[in-house]
Structure formats: C-alpha cells, structure tokens
C-alpha cells in the first residue's frame, strides 16, 4: 500500500507531459524547425539563380542588402518606422475613441457595432485593391469628392506620387486596423465598474480627467498588450501596400515586409530574404523588451 501511495503523485505528474507532447511536436514541426532554417538560410548564399554557389558565406547577405544600389536599406527602415508608428497612432486613438462612444447603449448600438468590426474579417490585400481604387487619380471617388467640394482643382495622382502615396497606404491601414482596438478597448471599458466613475465626480474630477486618472489607468493592461500586438502585425502586414501600390513608386512605400516578399518572389534570392526576415525579428525583440519594461515602470508607479 506504502509502495501504491508513493508511486501514484509521480503517475499523476507523467499523464500532463505526454498530454503536451503532440502540441509540443506540432510546435517544432511547423514553427521552431522552420525558424531555425530561416535563421541558417540568412548566413548562407541561397539564390535559385545560382545554386552552384550556395554556402556559408556569413554577414555577407545582411552587407549586399545594405550595400544595394537600386533599393535603399536605409530608406526602407525610415518607411518602415513611418508605416508603423504613424499607423498605430491613429489606430490606437480612433479605435479608443469609437470604443468610448459605443460604450454607453443607444438604439440600434448592436447593428451599428457589428457594421464597424465587420471590416476587421475582410483581407487585407482586398481592402488594398479597394482603396486603391478609392485613389486612382483618373476615375477615384477620392479625387471625385474633393473636386466637388472644390478643394482641387484637377486629379490627384495619389498612387503615383511618393509623398501622397505613403500617405494614400498609411490612411488606408488606419481605417483598416480601427476595429482591433476598438474590439479590444471596448471589452476593456465595459469591465470598469461605475464606482470608480462615481467616487472620482464626487471629487470634482470632469470627463477628462475621470479618463486619465480612471479609465486609462484601469485598462492599461490591455492598451500595453493591444499596442505590442499590434505593432507586430502591423511590422508583418505588406498586404495593403501590396494592393494599392506593390512598394512604389520609386519605392516610397516599400518596407521591410515587402522587400523580404519582394527578394524571395521575383529575386529567387532566399537567403537575402532570410536576412531580412532576422532583421525585422531583431527589430521586434528589441522593441517588445524595450515596450514593457518602460509599461511595467508605469503600472508600478499607477
């Protein structure tokens, strides 16, 4: 009996390990081994149009992107770092102010909420397509209505120009990526109790500043989880670009995510395109570690 009790904690603590074993082995097969590859292709010279050469040849792909007289690497960062910080700025602050107006119930709330996130199921390279022929500069509604209401006087060539290119991408992400965080912020916003509301007007504390020192507060767990996800995704989402303007003209609208889809579909040059793919996976790290500690500092000090 001593023996049966002694060996039965040690049955129960085997059954939960090779319950994970099929999820751990999914989990290798399909992300850590292909990682891994794409990790050692980005050392190596891999080109399809010459596979006779193939080797180790070390930082040698990371110095040709750098050194690469028609794309400049250097000009793709700074699209780069527009595309995503300008974007998740006006994600983050339409999409907390939907979110605080369909916070209180009004009639027809539920067929209007629904209208809003439906945008967030449809694909990104058709919303792409869409937009873009929202800014064609001959026959777009965009250059249609501003004609009209006569702030121009003939077409733009919103598609066709650098500066209102990356523009034309930018307005399209942010209405595309308003409903996540509405999404998220508005199921943040209902778990608020009233107390709080309630307690901080008795102090004299107006809207303002009831949001600042209630609501913002409350919910920044989900604004910091919200705005590193996002930031990933977004970092990750060449499918607009793709739809509008393919990372023209003159690559004005050309980011990291692109270039790397760019290098493997029509340069044939996979260790490159690895390259770049580590790029953007260190730019990531180094932003998420950086992101929470500073958000861990502010709750602390909440």
Same mark, same amino acid.
């Given at each position: 009996?001593?023996?049966?009790?002694?060996?039965?904690?040690?049955?129960?603590?085997?059954?939960? @390990?090779?319950? /994970?074993?099929?999820?751990? $082995? !999914?989990?290798?097969? =399909?992300?850590?081994?292909? *990682?891994?590859? %794409?990790?050692?292709?980005?050392?190596?010279?891999?080109?399809?149009?010459?596979?006779?050469?193939?080797?180790?040849?070390?930082?040698?792909?990371?110095?040709?992107?750098?050194?690469?007289?028609?794309?400049?690497?250097?000009?793709?960062?700074?699209?780069?770092?527009?595309?995503?910080?300008?974007?998740?700025?006006?994600?983050? @602050?339409?999409? /907390?102010?939907?979110?605080? $107006? !369909?916070?209180?119930? =009004?009639?027809?709330?539920? *067929?209007?909420? %629904?209208?809003?996130?439906?945008?967030?199921?449809?694909?990104?390279?058709?919303?792409?397509?869409?937009?873009?022929?929202?800014?064609?500069?001959?026959?777009?509604?965009?250059?249609?209505?501003?004609?009209?209401?006569?702030?121009?006087?003939?077409?733009?060539?919103?598609?066709?120009t650098p500066r209102l290119a990356k523009v034309s991408v930018i307005v399209a992400n942010i209405w595309y990526g308003i409903p996540f965080f509405a999404i998220m912020l508005l199921a943040a916003l209902?778990?608020?109790?009233?107390?709080?509301?309630?307690?901080?007007?008795?102090?004299?504390?107006?809207?303002?500043?009831?949001l600042f020192s209630v609501t913002v507060p409350y919910i920044q767990s989900t604004i910091t989880s919200t705005v590193l996800l996002r930031f990933m995704w977004i970092m990750n989402f060449p499918d607009?670009?793709?739809?509008?303007?393919?990372?023209?003209?003159?690559?004005?609208?050309?980011?990291?995510?692109?270039?790397?889809?760019?290098?493997?579909?029509?340069?044939?040059?996979?260790?490159e395109g690895s390259a770049i793919g580590l790029i953007i996976v260190l730019i990531l790290f180094v932003f998420a570690f950086f992101y929470l500690r500073v958000m861990a500092r502010k709750e602390l000090?909440?």
């Open positions: 009996m001593t023996n049966r009790k002694a060996g039965a904690p040690g049955l129960k603590f085997r059954v939960p @390990l090779w319950m /994970f074993l099929p999820t751990a $082995l !999914l989990l290798g097969a =399909f992300i850590y081994i292909p *990682v891994a590859q %794409g990790i050692g292709t980005a050392f190596t010279r891999y080109t399809l149009l010459d596979i006779s050469q193939t080797g180790f040849n070390g930082l040698g792909n990371f110095v040709s992107i750098v050194k690469n007289p028609n794309i400049k690497f250097f000009q793709i960062l700074f699209n780069t770092a527009i595309w995503v910080f300008v974007s998740l700025a006006g994600q983050f @602050l339409l999409g /907390f102010a939907l979110a605080l $107006l !369909l916070r209180k119930p =009004f009639k027809g709330r539920g *067929v209007y909420t %629904g209208f809003v996130f439906y945008t967030w199921a449809l694909s990104g390279f058709a919303i792409g397509l869409v937009w873009s022929w929202l800014f064609n500069g001959q026959f777009g509604v965009v250059n249609d209505l501003l004609q009209r209401l006569g702030f121009i006087t003939e077409s733009l060539g919103f598609l066709s209902q778990s608020v109790p009233n107390e709080l509301y309630e307690s901080a007007e008795i102090d004299g504390a107006g809207r303002v500043r009831q607009i670009i793709y739809g509008m303007t393919g990372g023209g003209p003159a690559n004005a609208t050309n980011i990291l995510a692109t270039e790397m889809i760019n290098k493997i579909t029509y340069a044939y040059d996979f260790g000090v909440l």
